[in-house]
């Protein structure tokens, strides 16, 4: 079993995904904290209701970004966590932090990368015109939505769709994907091989049905459908 850090800044509804797979037994990892930059996050009721242990750190209570990653690097310590999963998390990890848990650090992103990354990333797709949209789990490194890719899923674009209904299609298929991620990480089924990531024993893809179409590489298992 695999222990979590969890860092939020908003709903937290992406947290609530990979709670609902540690609970039914698919995700064999546990929640050490759930740690926050807003007190205000619905992320931080979240974890209340599934007794997990969660710290509120306020960036702007802090000199500079160092001394405040210093301190989440104490948290992440304390709790002996393997991996840091960001959920929702404004902030962007310094190098300082990242190379203390380099290759152990989960971030998603509301588009296929490297289309599209930094904020409003479904806006941007659907500004732009795309025909194909999606999300990715990647592993951080020092560049913003840069890292080797874990799982990506796709899917079409619909003519009428602005960025806030695309994003709402796309958050389904996150809840599916980065819970399938964590999974593999606790089952040790991932390697890294430069930027590319292997994951053992997994399927090529996944099709989703006809009425919901969406490709998912690697292919989710039934559990996470």
Known sequence: MISLAVFISGSGSNLQSIINKIEDGSIHAEI????????????????????????????????????????????????????????????????????EFQNRILNIHPALLPSFPGLHAQAQAADYGVKVAGCTVHFVDEKMDHGPILIQAALPVLPSEDGESLGKRILKWEHK?????????????????????????????????????????????????
């Open 32 to 99: 050490k904290v759930v740690v926050s930059n807003n007190p205000e996050a619905y992320g931080l009721k979240r974890a209340e209701q599934h007794n997990l242990h969660s710290v509120v750190l306020e960036h702007t209570r802090f000199a500079d970004r160092q001394a405040y990653e210093r301190e989440l690097l104490r948290i992440v310590r304390d709790f002996k966590t393997d991996y840091v999963i960001l959920a929702g998390f404004m902030r962007i990890l310094s190098p300082y932090f990242i190379h």
């Open 177 to 225: 994907i980065y819970p399938q991620a964590i999974s593999w990480l606790a089952q040790n089924r991932v390697n890294l091989e430069g930027r590319k990531v292997i994951v053992k024993n997994a399927k090529t893809f996944f099709l989703g049905p006809a009425d919901d179409p969406v490709l998912i590489s690697p292919g989710l298992e039934e559990k996470f459908f």
